[in-house]
């Protein structure tokens, strides 16, 4: 849960808290660049970035393993 809000503030900050660094400096340049071409764009990828987390939080949480680049969409389901 704590990842998936700290994106509201900060979409890369669940990302990095979860330990996948890189991706989460990738949404934060992700997101700067969608927030100046358009400010809807830049929210709904805010939104995606707090699905993704709290998705990969829950894995975390039910004792599953998520790599690096893992997205919501790509972890194996059990």
Same mark, same amino acid.
């Given at each position: 849960?704590?990842?998936? !809000? ?11 808290? $979860? ?14 660049? $969608?927030? $100046? ?5 830049? $929210?709904?990828?805010?939104? !995606? ?30």
């Amino acid at each position: 849960m704590v990842a998936a !809000l700290s994106v509201i503030p900060f979409p890369w900050l669940g990302q990095m808290f $979860l330990g996948q660094t890189a991706k989460g400096f990738t949404m934060l340049i992700i997101t700067c660049v $969608l927030a $100046l071409v358009n400010i809807g764009f830049g $929210l709904l990828f805010v939104l !995606l970035s707090a699905v993704d987390a709290y998705c990969l939080a829950k894995v975390l949480h039910d004792g599953g393993s998520i790599r690096p680049w893992d997205f919501f969409w790509s972890v194996p389901k059990s």
